[in-house]
């Protein structure tokens, strides 16, 4: 009975033992914390490591010589496994420093494939130490058999080998980063989300992923467009038959540019005339947005601007199968004229016919503004429809003494409708940005309209609840509380009777 617990009692204070269960220990602990934090996974290895080290030379073990010493079997095995476990301990907290080291030093995603391949070196190191310290072998001879098989192994990989090691220069290299926008080859463009050891995972704008070879990648031309800003200049390009000069066609496009809140306004965005014939004149409009996602939205919105523009200034689009252009008489460069391109282009008066079209037109008053010239003030109530026929007009709120710029206007768009129809207030300061030309359609010269066609007033109505539940005219409506849908309509067309006095 002495002699087994002397036995027990000499197992339990042998160093050795202790060691293996300091090993126990340490892995369970270092579970514990791997996914908890990053500092406390590396000290617990640490620890352990130095623990385990230390009970080893107690125990007569110096692991980093090679022979497993002396003693029974069973001992002499277990000794191997204890080195073989400190040697890939030593690999484990090579790689544990190596990951704590980049987490703390807060490197981006996509150096983990760096830390991959670090790590396969480092446990493939440790392995040969295994192999010759531990095992006593040759390491020369396996090299050399290893060498044959690697020969072969590469030519059947020869592809993903290819591109593993594309992805190492990539990510030595970092061309692009995780987040970053790219352009391959002006055919696949996205969001990079992902990068590892075979592959880049490109998100695009069709919400689709594109797994791309890293070899395809490195053998491609590559656009950052996330680099050194993302800040990302486009442009657009638009034909325009000669009825204006090219100098006024310029003028025009510069301020349709300056009236978009879609582009940056530094660059300077800028308009060059690209060609001229007899048949157009072709324009193009170079801009900045904030970014590659904005460019479809930013487009969208020059167009729009564009053809309401083109359409107030009396000018068409060109076409390839146009003629020569036509020769324009006197009296289309008349107010009238152009009063009447300007109302044909506002779905408010789309209900008009041709000839109460021509009749309101000639009731409007041409009137002309200066840069920086106050066009109305906030809460005024304006006695007339304004449209806008030359110039960029700028909407703004002041709030404890501060102005803030909520919109502007451009050529073909119009302000007042509230005013001059229901009596509402405008809520917002209106200053012209540039010279600027606006047709005044008044109070007087609507009624005579809606006396003799009383069910205008409905159709009026309708049109004025449409664009106010739709915000079209941030200008007028930008603090505006929300109205339901049903009975609108039909308010507004009480409060045009009221105003007009229809009975």
């Not at 197992?11 to 090993?23: C, Q, R, S």
């Not at 190492?168 to 970092?174: F, G």
């Not at 409009?285 to 200034?313: F, H, I, K, P, T």
């Not at 789309?350 to 009731?363: G, K, M, P």
Request: with cysteine; hydrophobic share 45%.
């Amino acid at each position: 009975m002495e002699l087994s617990f002397s036995f027990v009692l000499a197992t339990l204070t042998d160093p050795l033992f202790l060691a293996a269960v300091v090993v126990v220990g340490g892995f369970f602990s270092a579970r514990y914390w791997q996914q908890r934090s990053s500092l406390a996974y590396f000290l617990t290895q640490l620890l352990v490591f130095f623990l385990v080290t230390g009970l080893m030379l107690a125990g007569g073990v110096v692991p980093y010589h090679p022979g497993l010493g002396f003693g029974s079997e069973p001992r002499r095995l277990f000794v191997g496994a204890l080195e073989a476990i400190w040697w890939l301990g030593a690999a484990w907290l090579a790689v544990g420093f190596l990951r704590a080291f980049v987490v703390l030093g807060q490197q981006p995603r996509e150096s983990k494939l760096i830390q991959d391949l670090l790590a396969t070196l480092i446990y493939l190191a440790a392995t040969l130490a295994i192999i010759a310290d531990v095992f006593d072998l040759p390491v020369k001879g396996l090299l050399a058999t290893s060498g044959a098989v690697a020969i072969i192994l590469g030519l059947a990989l020869q592809s993903s080998l290819g591109d593993v090691f594309s992805g190492i220069v990539l990510n030595i290299e970092r061309p692009y980063r995780v987040g970053d926008w790219i352009i391959l080859d002006d055919t696949v463009q996205g969001t990079v989300i992902e990068t590892n050891w075979r592959a880049t995972h490109i998100l695009t704008g069709n919400q689709d992923v594109a797994i791309i070879p890293n070899s395809v990648i490195a053998k491609s031309k590559l656009v950052n467009c996330s680099t050194p800003t993302e800040t990302h200049g486009t442009s657009i390009r638009v034909k325009l038959e000669p009825s204006l000069t090219p100098a006024a066609g310029c003028n025009l496009l510069r301020d349709v540019l300056l009236s978009s809140t879609h582009i940056l306004r530094t660059p300077e965005p800028g308009v060059t005339i690209k060609d001229l014939s007899a048949e157009m004149i072709d324009f193009e409009l170079s801009y900045s947005v904030a970014n590659v996602g904005a460019v479809d939205q930013a487009q969208n919105d020059l167009y729009d601007r564009v053809y309401r523009a083109v359409a107030a200034a009396g000018s068409k689009f060109s076409s390839r199968l146009a003629g020569s252009p036509r020769n324009r008489s006197l009296e289309d460069k008349e107010q009238s004229g152009i009063a009447e391109r300007l109302l044909a282009g506002i779905s408010l008066f789309s209900t008009l016919t041709a000839q109460e079209r021509a009749a309101l037109a000639s009731q409007t008053q041409r009137k002309e503004y200066k840069p920086g010239e106050v066009i109305v003030k906030a809460d005024a109530i304006l006695q007339a429809l304004c449209i806008i026929s030359d110039g960029v007009l700028v909407g703004s709120t002041e709030e404890n003494g501060q102005k803030t710029e909520i919109g502007r206007l451009a050529p073909g768009d119009y302000f007042g409708e509230g005013g001059l129809l229901i009596g509402e207030s405008l809520n917002v300061e209106v200053t012209a940005l540039t010279r600027a030309v606006i047709y005044e359609i008044s109070k007087d010269a609507l009624c005579p309209l809606l006396m003799a066609r009383p069910t205008m007033a409905e159709e009026l109505s309708e049109s004025l609840a449409s664009l106010q539940l739709a915000h079209r005219i941030a200008l007028a409506h930008h603090d505006q509380k929300g109205h339901h849908e049903s009975g609108l309509a039909v308010r507004v067309a009480a409060s045009i009777r009221r105003l007009f006095s229809l009975h």
